[in-house]
């Protein structure tokens, strides 16, 4: 299956975690740095169960340091948190393993989000209402190392969305490539001049998260072949 990296025409250099936060903390998203972590399940008011959720970080050498690998599965998991747009995380196990022949670190956790953070209605007219292009893609897997932040450096296919939908609290779209593709999204932020949605692009292996903004008309746009 092709990926939506089939949107892109061309991408330029990778960007920081710092400057991606600071462009795209929009309402309702939570950037990796500011996931909270909750001591117990009882401090859960205010906020849903949004899923579950697992990280894994191995050292490369027998002398890798256990406390490194330790905080980079936990980044791991706040990474994947942030973007599947959750605010907070429960943790439910933490198995470390610290030995000559293998220094692994693991986290399981729940996620959960804050309510009510994004109105249907204003999303629901934003993507109506407006011609929307991709202007940065955040793409994450459990297998890699980091996420790879790419922003958009010449025009691309103008985005086409359909079936936009509450359910269970969650904000989901239809967003469709220039091949016609469907791809099913979520919302997880919104200002008044850009949003933010998820998908998973390989099963609950790979995410990808997109921050759309309002097209410039006076910018062409590559047209579909008809």
């Not at 890798?64 to 943790?91: D, F, P, V, W």
């Not at 994004?118 to 297998?143: G, H, P, V, W």
């Amino acid at each position: 299956m092709k990926r939506l990296i089939l949107l892109f025409i061309a991408l330029a250099p990778s960007i920081t975690f710092a400057q991606f936060d600071e462009s795209w903390n929009l309402p309702g998203y939570t950037p990796i740095a500011e996931i909270v972590i909750l001591d117990q399940l009882e401090n859960t008011e205010g906020i849903k169960k949004t899923g579950d959720i697992f990280s894994k970080a191995k050292g490369v050498f027998s002398i890798s340091a256990i406390n490194t690998i330790q905080n980079r599965a936990m980044e791991k998991l706040k990474t994947e948190a942030s973007l599947r747009g959750a605010s907070h995380l429960y943790i439910k196990n933490f198995n470390p393993e610290n030995s000559v022949f293998s220094k692994t670190a693991s986290y399981s956790a729940s996620t959960y989000r804050q309510e009510g953070e994004i109105n249907f209605t204003k999303a629901r007219d934003f993507l109506k209402d407006n011609q929307l292009q991709i202007e940065l893609s955040r793409k994450y897997n459990r297998n890699a190392w980091k996420v790879i932040d790419q922003i958009q450096s010449k025009p691309v296919q103008r985005i086409k969305v359909e079936d936009i939908q509450e359910k269970g609290g969650r904000i989901l779209v239809k967003i469709f490539t220039s091949e016609n593709q469907a791809i099913l999204c979520e919302v997880i932020g919104l200002s008044d001049t850009r949003i933010l949605l998820t998908t998973e692009t390989r099963g609950n292996e790979e995410f990808e998260l997109l921050g759309l903004g309002i097209r410039d008309k006076n910018v062409n746009i590559i047209q579909n072949r008809q």
